[in-house]
């Protein structure tokens, strides 16, 4: 056992953004559903989607490229009874952690809700200082524009009804 003075730092990356969207919370957790498989819908950049195993019908392992060429390697499961999907890191990525996306409760009106996306990643042994800071700014931008981008992409499918 290592003594805590003498253990390397953890260099963590956790960031989280959420917004207000008009819509029921089912209405937003049906598009996070989506997102599960088309992450390119939802996450501006990502380039290319690969499904590599399915669990269940809202189960699976995917890799997709992200806006900086890296590849995010994922399994990635939903919660219908609480609102949630969680994105899971695969062993052997330059990070350990995961990205949730929750549906909070609904306003006073119900006709709107928040969604929260949060990552938490911890950076592996061997990822240099310089790619960790990298890392860690690009994905707080990344957080906020998932964010968004869901946000918008539920908007205009109600008001395309």
Wanted: charged content about 20%; hydrophobic content about 40%; overall charge negative.
């Amino acid at each position: 056992m290592s003594h805590p003075k003498y253990a390397a730092p953890v260099r963590r990356i956790l960031t989280s953004h959420r917004v207000t969207i008009n819509a029921t919370p089912t209405t937003v957790f049906e598009h996070l559903l989506l997102k599960i498989r088309h992450p390119d819908r939802f996450v501006p950049g990502v380039t290319h989607v690969e499904i590599i195993q399915e669990f269940g019908e809202h189960s699976i392992e995917r890799k997709m490229t992200l806006p900086n060429g890296k590849i995010a390697h994922e399994v990635i499961g939903a919660e219908r009874s609480t609102l949630s999907v969680m994105f899971r890191l695969c062993p052997g990525c330059a990070f350990s952690g995961y990205v949730s996306n929750v549906v909070l409760p609904p306003h006073d009106n119900a006709t709107s809700c928040d969604v929260d996306f949060t990552l938490n990643w911890v950076a592996s042994e061997g990822v240099p200082d310089a790619d960790f800071e990298a890392t860690k700014m690009a994905m707080a931008g990344a957080i906020v524009n998932a964010v968004e981008q869901t946000k918008v992409v539920v908007e205009a499918s109600l008001a395309n009804k």
